[in-house]
């Protein structure tokens, strides 16, 4: 059971605008910035979204991320066949001292 | 460029030891906290431990706290994680993570392609 939830799966069309959930607690995204990760299969996870809704330099603006008290949400407009991976949120977590990770979601392009 | 390129990785029996290793290059290595995390076959990320750039500040999660030691080497450009008392449980893949900060937060930002850590009799 992770600290971080996540939906285990989404989908979306091409072209269309998904979101992915991440629900936390005060001692982690309450108290804390979230950071997304995608992993592709068979590949190593990636930053995707850090500080809550900043993009690394290579990032396509896409790909945007929001934060409200205890929940984080990662967005994604006109989706693409290339974004079919797993994607994770993360937050440092004050009570346990630890980084804690949402159980990933898997996301499907139909 | 900034790698990071994990080695160490085996099959070993329950109770045994491994000592995963990770090399860091193309970034000044001492600057930056660094992190091992894990990925159980077919499961999630898992964060496992993380250490400061002086070795001075060192956290583990529970279930490896007592068992596992991570520390790095500066004049090396390395980071390591000795595992003992293995378990069946510990059999994942094994990522070497470098940790960023921005003016409000901290982030993995580079990640290693992993080592496979198999415990089993």
């Known amino acids: 059971q992770s600290v971080l939830t996540q939906p285990p799966s989404a989908s979306g069309t091409p072209g269309q605008r998904v979101t992915i959930s991440c629900s936390g607690s005060s001692s982690n995204i309450g108290s804390n910035t979230v950071n997304w990760y995608q992993q592709l299969p068979g590949t190593a996870p990636k930053l995707l979204i850090y500080s809550n809704n900043q993009r690394p330099s290579g990032v396509p603006d896409r790909f945007s991320g929001s934060k409200s008290v205890t929940s984080a949400s990662l967005a994604i407009s006109g989706l693409q066949s290339e974004d079919e991976a797993d994607y994770y949120c993360?937050?440092?977590?004050?009570?346990?001292?630890?980084?804690?990770f949402g159980g990933g979601t898997k996301l499907t392009v139909l | 460029q900034v790698r990071l390129v994990e080695s160490g990785g085996g099959l070993v029996k329950p109770g045994g030891s491994l000592r995963l290793s990770c090399a860091a290059s193309g970034f000044t290595f001492s600057d930056y906290y660094m992190s091992w995390i894990r990925q159980a076959p077919g499961k999630g990320l898992e964060w496992v431990s993380s250490i400061s750039s002086s070795s001075s500040y060192i956290k583990y999660t529970d279930s490896v706290k007592g068992r596992f030691t991570i520390s790095r080497d500066n004049a090396k450009n390395s980071l390591y994680l000795q595992m003992n008392s293995l378990r069946a449980e510990d059999t994942a893949v094994y990522y070497c993570?470098?940790?960023?900060?921005?003016?409000?937060?901290?982030?993995?930002?580079?990640w290693g392609k992993g080592t496979t850590v198999t415990v089993s009799s």
């Open positions: 993570a470098r940790e960023d900060s921005a003016m409000v937060g901290s982030y993995m930002d580079v």
């Open positions: 993360a937050a440092w977590d004050d009570s346990l001292n630890g980084w804690v």
